[in-house]
């Protein structure tokens, strides 16, 4: 069946992370309209549960480059945005009109964070359209006492998602494109199938071309790198600090006026 042209479509085909940049500013109106298409990103009740930080301090970039574990280029990155969970203003909101209000807990937290992630990726498909790259910095999750300090992020306020960006080099528009599994591996009909799933080393196989012995010795390599290293466990006990802090012993209480 021949595919119908679609210039979204192709955006969202030929999307890859950019990791170096040309030494130039995003102008302002530019970041504007990124800005302005982020918030327009689907959202729960229409509460916008979260909070953008745009990173425009270059001693803060370069401190964010070595607690999001020792990348320099998040530093020379001309856009960093932060999009964090933020319950923070309903519940002050709520609070204000009302003597009894539940403390925000674990299920606010998951929509929060369902929020900023929508509204980040939105971003990062306005950045395209506008003749931009951009790359997720995952290890925002780590180091969350850190990060809290540094960003004097308040109580159900939360950083989920960091997108660094910029006018892409040559080199990074040229780089190939990485592969991705194919539709009928990830999408499941009415139910999780098992058999698929059971179908994940020949999914690696397909994806990147490893085989054999090769494909053992690739699969290792890559488990030792992401999953059995130090940066993996920082996240998992920084994550769990986050929902510590977020949804403690406190959280579903009732607060209120004082």
């Known amino acids: 069946m021949e595919k119908r042209k679609n210039e979204t479509i192709e955006l969202l085909m030929k999307r890859k992370s950019m990791r170096v940049f040309e030494d130039k500013p995003v102008p302002q109106d ?3 309209q990124l800005l ?4 327009r990103a689907a959202t729960a009740g229409n509460m916008t549960l979260y909070t953008i930080i745009d990173v425009t301090d270059q001693a803060l970039k370069d401190k964010l480059a070595v607690t999001c574990d020792n990348q320099p ?12 969970a933020d319950y923070r203003r309903w519940y002050e909101a709520f609070c204000r009109v009302e003597t009894e209000v539940r403390r925000p807990s674990y299920g606010d937290f998951m929509l929060a964070a369902e929020d900023a992630i929508i509204a980040a990726q939105t971003a990062v498909t306005a950045a395209d359209a506008l003749g931009l790259g951009t790359c997720y910095i995952g290890d925002i999750l780590e180091n969350y006492e850190t990060h809290r300090q540094l960003l004097g992020l308040p109580d159900y306020v939360a950083p989920i998602a960091m997108i660094v960006g910029g006018y892409p080099s040559r080199q990074q528009e ?6 991705r ?10 139910g999780y199938d098992m058999e698929k799933a059971g ?16 494909l053992a010795l690739r699969l290792k390599a890559f488990c030792k790198r992401k999953w059995n290293c130090s940066f993996s466990e ?4 920084s994550v769990k600090a ?13 607060g209120g006026r004082e």
């Open 30 to 32: 530019v970041k504007r």
């Open 36 to 39: 302005e298409a982020s918030l």
């Open 73 to 84: 280029f998040i530093a020379a990155a001309p856009l960093v945005l932060i999009y964090c």
């Open 174 to 179: 040229e780089r190939r494109q990485t592969p």
């Open 181 to 190: 599994f194919a539709v009928e591996d990830i999408v499941h009909e009415n």
């Open 199 to 214: 179908r994940m080393m020949e999914m690696i196989e397909e994806k990147e071309d490893w085989h054999g012995e090769d």
């Open 234 to 237: 920082e996240m998992s006990r």
């Open 242 to 254: 986050m929902l510590d802090a977020w949804a403690g012993p406190e959280s579903g209480k009732t």
